[in-house]
């Protein structure tokens, strides 16, 4: 039995909605600890300062520019669906005002958009707190056949997170105050479960990237930009079903609670932030991602969680990990 990570006190607002106490949470890439201010004061996620939000129009990019919305900042959105971008924008100038939304029809797989969404965001503010790498698509592509599926998936996935780190981070790196990079993937770039291969490895590249993303900045002399990767759990969206009109799985949560959570974590301090949903524990996800890695340290079958000769062994590895729990 690979044995589950030791506790860690977790410091956080507490704002996160059904949120299980930790059992582990990664070493932070900055911690709140020698700050002398209130907690729910943030160098970044604070008012007057700049957020910007790729795949803003819908899903978990709309929520978290409501959300920064509330906590006063101010937010340029980008996506390619226009019109549901525009009225996010409406919206959001309602709530904060005009002077302090920008809004930004940007595809973020063609570089030259992307650089004038930065040019935009820096000639309204000079400045970029927060920047979430949250568009995204989920078209299918099998491990053979479907190719235009999977330069989709990758030019949108992958090289829109590459063209807006390449465009952003050297001017991020110039500011005087903190700031952080919020990159979305997803559990299925981390277990890879069977069923959308393009998908799973668009995510999975993600994952590396920000993982050195993070450990660049981390070395980069006097860097005050950070990096963490969301990693949503079961959330209500496009992706899931909510454009065509079905009805909110019980086991899902709203994108509202995904941003909620991903917040709390970002707050303090933590690189890697998995999201739990109603029908997977945090401890389910520990358990099924060790069990992933171990497939390699212990040269078992690919994906052998799906393997007819390793499923009977697996369930017991599930029953046993989630009774010690208990």
Known sequence: MIPLPSDRNSRS?????????????????????????????HPVINAGRVAVITGAASGIGRAAALEFAKLGLKIAIADVQESKLTALGKELIGQIGEANVLVVPTDVSKIDQVVKLRDRVYEAWGEVAVLMNNAGIGAKGPSWGGLDAWHKVFDVNLFGIVNVQQTFVPSMLHQENQALIINTGSKQGITNPPGNAAYNASKAAVKSLTESLAHELREQPDSNVTAHLFVPGWTYTGLTGANAGKEKPAGAWTAEETVLYMLDHVRSGDFYILVPD???????DQLRIMWSAADIAEGRPALSRWHPNYKALFEEYMRDGLAQLE
């Open 13 to 41: 607002t507490g704002t996160s909605p059904l949120r299980p106490p930790p059992i582990y949470a990664g070493t932070a890439s900055y911690k709140l600890d020698n700050m002398h201010v209130a907690d729910h004061l």
């Open 278 to 284: 109603n029908d997977t524990k945090r401890e389910v």
